[in-house]
Nanobody
Framework: QVQLVESGGGLVQAGGSLRLSCAASGRTFNRDAMGWFRQPPGKEREFVGAINWIGNTYYTDSVKGRFTISRDNAKNTVYLRMNSLKPEDTAVYYC??????????????????WGQGTQVTVSS
């Protein structure tokens, strides 16, 4: 059974940092793009950023310079490092894998495996 499991969420003050992890099991995603999305309270899910299989990254404008995506293929794990957090970063954060699409951007349809999400709450 293929699973993506996010961890590392929690409550942090504005200006603080968190590192989310997305551990994959059931298959290797070393040749696949991985994305991070988030769903703020009362809003639709939105794209945060993605990393392709060779390590190139792409971010939405609101997180550029603050968030960094990386991957450790030996551990089949992707990370989202979040610095300078703001209250508007509060959301449930999801990781996703794109195994059948060449796309690795903001289109959710490019991603066919999803984690269950982890809550990030940033207090002001």
């Amino acid at each position: 059974q293929v699973q993506l499991v996010e961890s590392g969420g929690g409550l942090v003050q504005a200006g603080g940092s968190l590192r989310l992890s997305c551990a994959a099991s059931g298959r290797t995603f070393n040749r696949d793009a991985m994305g991070w999305f988030r769903q703020p309270p009362g809003k639709e899910r939105e794209f945060v950023g993605a990393i392709n299989w060779i390590g190139n990254t792409y971010y939405t404008d609101s997180v550029k310079g603050r968030f960094t995506i990386s991957r450790d293929n030996a551990k089949n794990t992707v990370y989202l490092r979040m610095n300078s957090l703001k209250p508007e970063d509060t959301a449930v954060y999801y990781c996703a894998a794109a195994t059948r699409s060449q796309g690795w951007g903001p289109n959710e349809n490019d991603y066919d495996y999803w984690g269950q999400g982890t809550q990030v709450t940033v207090s002001s």
